[in-house]
């Protein structure tokens, strides 16, 4: 998986809990997405980083908060988990973000909201 | 509609068939098409990737890229079982700022022995 590591790898919460899942790069990558993978909808970018400290929102970021301030490591909060956050969490790293945008996904994390 | 259509399957074939996955987009802007490989509780792996329109070739797998008509397709010669995954599209265009790419909800592929 690319020197890409998730924790935790299983996590079972209940609505209301704050949840933070970390993603952990040994490759020195500038570039961290955060995906959720739901049955019907694919893979679908919440948040990334183009650098320390520099995140910016994707596709489905509400309820969803993110911190990078270190290159090897990018946390995903959930404030307030709720059931619809129900799903698998992947971190993605890349070396640049130009139109070889290649991206390496790490194991994924499976979250269950009760 | 989204941006990427992908059907989901699942596809069930006999081993030693050739598979054929597709993809259609409406975003004229992508050049780049990739297709990743995923097996189940595993994360995505890049298996092909291509620019503009064509083909490429790696093996058994074929990718072919169609701008014309908005659709990209996924070949696999003497399928084997250990083909049996999700195979998800996903492309980018080259300006415009944003190169994130955007996926497919993946083809379910099963090949049986």
């Known amino acids: 998986d690319a020197g890409i590591t998730q924790s935790p790898r299983h996590k079972v919460t209940e609505t209301g809990t704050p949840v933070t899942l970390r993603c952990h790069q040994t490759?020195?990558?500038?570039?961290m997405y955060w995906y959720r993978q739901d049955p019907g909808h694919g893979l679908r970018l919440i948040h990334y980083?183009?650098?320390?400290?520099?995140?910016d929102k994707g596709e489905v970021s509400d309820g969803y908060s993110v911190s990078r301030s270190k290159t090897e490591d990018f946390l995903l909060t959930l404030e307030s988990a709720t059931s619809s956050q129900t799903s698998v969490y992947f971190c993605?790293?890349?070396?640049?973000?130009?139109?070889?945008?290649?991206?390496?996904f790490g194991p994924g994390t499976r979250l269950t909201v009760l | 509609q989204k941006e990427v259509e992908q059907d989901p399957g699942p596809l069930s074939v006999p081993e030693g068939a050739i598979v054929s996955l597709n993809c259609t987009y409406s975003?004229?802007?992508?050049?780049?098409f990739m297709w990743y490989r995923q097996y189940s509780r595993k994360g995505p792996e890049l298996l092909m990737y291509?620019?503009?329109?064509g083909n490429k070739e790696d093996g058994r797998f074929t990718a072919q890229v169609d701008k014309s008509s908005k659709y990209i397709s996924l070949f696999i010669r003497d399928s084997q079982p250990s083909d049996s995954a999700t195979y998800l599209c996903a492309m980018s265009p080259t300006s415009g700022g944003s190169y994130i790419p955007t996926f497919g909800r993946g083809t379910s592929l099963i090949v049986h022995p």
């Open positions: 291509t620019y503009s329109s």
């Open positions: 975003n004229s802007a992508f050049q780049y």
């Open positions: 490759e020195n990558h500038r570039y």
């Open positions: 980083s183009y650098g320390v400290k520099d995140t």
């Open positions: 993605a790293i890349s070396p640049r973000q130009d139109s070889t945008d290649t991206q390496y």
